[in-house]
């Protein structure tokens, strides 16, 4: 935990605020390669429902706004570049560095745990699936898998503590 010159606590953050000129589908392919989405298929009386992550999908964060998002600072730069990709020009990118309280720590944790992570029986939440892969031992063609995925949001100061306690659950060294 952080503290600011004021005395506050939290944890620091780059705060991204972004205006994309664009409209229709632009705008759409934009919003989903950045936050990602949810794709519903009905065959045969069935409903299936798949998430395709996006690039935020990974990355601890707060949505802020539609178009404002704080993110830990060492993910600030690959956020940044993907806001400045040509295909998405004209848009206006704005930086500023902030102190977010515990609580939206906690919010941007509970998010990535809840984020879905397709495992080879389906897809499920970060969570259920450590939880599933423990179950099943280190022998199970998931857990690469998820001790990939772990280390990749392991690399985050906001999530040093949460991906430890998942990694500990998980059985791994």
Same mark, same amino acid.
């Given at each position: 935990? $952080?503290?600011?010159?004021?005395?506050?606590?939290?944890?620091?953050?780059?705060?991204?605020?972004?205006?994309?000129?664009?409209? &229709?589908?632009?705008?759409?392919?934009?919003?989903?390669?950045?936050?990602?989405?949810?794709?519903?298929?009905?065959?045969?009386?069935?409903?299936?429902?798949?998430?395709?992550?996006?690039?935020?999908?990974?990355?601890?964060?707060?949505?802020?706004? $539609?178009?404002?998002?704080?993110?830990?600072?060492?993910?600030?730069?690959?956020?940044?570049?993907?806001?400045?990709?040509?295909?998405?020009?004209?848009? %206006?990118?704005?930086?500023?560095?902030?102190?977010?309280?515990?609580?939206?720590?906690?919010?941007?944790? $509970?998010?990535?745990?809840?984020?879905?992570?397709?495992?080879?029986?389906?897809?499920?939440?970060?969570?259920?699936?450590?939880?599933?892969?423990?179950?099943?031992?280190?022998?199970?063609?998931?857990?690469?898998?998820?001790?990939?995925?772990?280390?990749?949001? &392991?690399?985050? %100061?906001?999530?040093?503590?949460?991906?430890?306690?998942?990694?500990?659950?998980?059985?791994?060294?």
């Amino acid at each position: 935990m $952080k503290e600011s010159s004021t005395g506050k606590k939290g944890v620091w953050a780059k705060v991204i605020s972004f205006d994309l000129s664009a409209r &229709g589908s632009l705008k759409v392919r934009f919003y989903r390669k950045l936050f990602g989405y949810f794709n519903i298929k009905r065959r045969g009386g069935r409903t299936y429902k798949a998430f395709t992550p996006g690039l935020l999908s990974k990355i601890p964060h707060i949505q802020l706004g $539609k178009s404002v998002v704080a993110v830990p600072p060492e993910a600030s730069d690959e956020v940044l570049e993907f806001l400045s990709n040509p295909a998405w020009k004209p848009i %206006e990118i704005h930086v500023i560095d902030a102190l977010l309280s515990p609580a939206q720590r906690i919010e941007a944790i $509970k998010r990535i745990l809840e984020m879905p992570v397709r495992l080879s029986t389906g897809e499920v939440s970060l969570k259920q699936a450590v939880e599933v892969v423990s179950r099943r031992g280190s022998k199970d063609s998931d857990y690469r898998y998820l001790l990939s995925l772990l280390s990749q949001l &392991g690399k985050y %100061e906001w999530l040093e503590e949460e991906v430890q306690r998942l990694r500990d659950s998980l059985g791994s060294r």
